[in-house]
């Protein structure tokens, strides 16, 4: 079978995903594009030789999609989901899934109501599918350095994305170390603090770097800082340190240059290049999963809920000043590790 997929939103992010669909992933056939501006989805349809539309709406009903691929702003997610779902269709939607807790909430809910063996939403946390980040996990799971104690990442961006601030930095870019912290440690996030230095004089629509404190439920600390306008490269790290070592997410590898009496590696500009195998896998696998009717192996809605109510605890500590806010009710799905309690001090919880 071969799947066809609409894509809904052709910024960026959504003309890359119908790049590697159309490209790097067997089975499946872009056989729509939407987008607000349809100039853009005519560009995009014209490429692929799918078909456009001017609404959202209208392609997901559409007889030539079988599955869709939401990469709208995320202030649109929420009802094109829904809509989705009400069409009985898979859907891959880009993080976050809904700008807040209680819209995935009724997402979850709504998808429950229907009743179906295999979920059919799936949320776009692509770095679960990066190899490097897939290593971390696999020597974490074989004991190779112990029990994890405490784990350090850093997101940078060479500029902001226009329209931003501070909460979008959490909700929009963090949101993926939330959910790899979570995931790495098998481990809900359960108290977090927001934390900043002075800012950038650089951009003055948000705080810019911000720093996170996670506290999982299995006493891991985690420390996470976001900055947006780092300028020197988009650069992702993260190293969990443990009883006997600690492990690093090995480094996207640029092209070494010998040049004027020096020797240097480039960074990329942005997280496409460094993100584009985790962005395939992550595409073949939900395509896949679409071919058989089996479970998409990618995160859950339940997942997605799970990061937006770390995020937004985040957001609480940060208009509180960098309070500790107690984050409810994060129930990992699949997963979790048997959560121990070690280390925890919650009588400083808002
Ligand atoms: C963007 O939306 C992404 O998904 C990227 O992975 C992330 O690095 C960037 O900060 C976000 O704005």
């Known amino acids: 079978m071969t799947v066809r997929v609409g894509i809904i939103g052709v910024g960026a992010m ?34 692929t030789g799918a078909r456009s539309f001017r609404s959202a709406e209208e392609l997901i009903a559409s007889p030539f999609v079988d599955a869709v691929l939401i ?3 995320d202030s649109a997610h929420t009802a094109q989901v829904s809509t989705c779902l009400d069409h009985k269709k898979p859907v891959l939607c880009e993080k976050p899934l809904a700008p807040t807790v209680a819209e995935c ?12 063996g ?7 946390f692509m770095r679960r599918f990066h190899p490097a980040y897939q290593d971390l996990k696999q020597q974490l799971r074989e004991g190779s350095i112990g029990q994890p104690l405490l784990t350090r990442s850093s997101h940078r961006n060479v500029r902001s994305y226009p329209g931003g601030d501070s909460a979008a930095t959490i909700t929009n870019s963090g949101v993926h170390d939330i959910d790899t912290t979570s995931w790495l440690l098998d481990s809900p996030i359960e108290s977090v603090s927001w934390h900043a230095p002075r800012s950038t004089g650089l951009d003055p629509s948000r705080q810019d770097p911000q720093v996170f404190l996670l506290r999982a439920a299995n006493g891991v600390l985690s420390t996470v800082d976001v900055f947006l306008n780092a300028r020197y490269g988009y650069d992702v790290r993260c190293e969990i340190i443990g009883e006997l070592g600690s492990i690093e997410l090995a480094p996207h590898q640029g092209p070494i240059a010998n040049r004027a009496l020096g020797r240097s590696q480039g960074y990329a500009e942005d ?16 395509v896949d999963a679409i071919a058989s009717g089996r479970r998409a192996p990618l995160a859950t809605a339940q997942d997605g809920l799970n ?8 957001v609480q500590s940060m208009n509180g000043g960098g309070i ?5 009710n994060a129930t990992p799905s699949g997963n979790s590790l048997p959560g121990g309690t070690q280390g925890r001090n919650l009588s400083h919880v808002q």
């Open 105 to 116: 909430e009724e997402l979850i809910a709504r998808e429950e109501s229907l009743n179906r």
């Open 14 to 47: 959504g003309a890359e995903h119908a790049r590697i669909l159309r490209s790097s992933v067997a089975g499946v056939t872009v056989s729509a594009v939407a987008d607000a501006a349809y100039d853009r989805a005519q560009a995009v349809a014209a490429e």
């Open 324 to 328: 500790t806010v107690a984050v409810s």
């Open 71 to 73: 990469a709208s702003p």
């Open 271 to 286: 997280w496409i290049p460094v993100f584009n195998n985790a962005y395939r896998l992550q595409a073949q696998a939900w």
């Open 118 to 124: 295999v979920p059919l939403i799936s949320v776009g």
């Open 307 to 314: 990061a937006l109510r770390v995020a937004e605890a985040l």
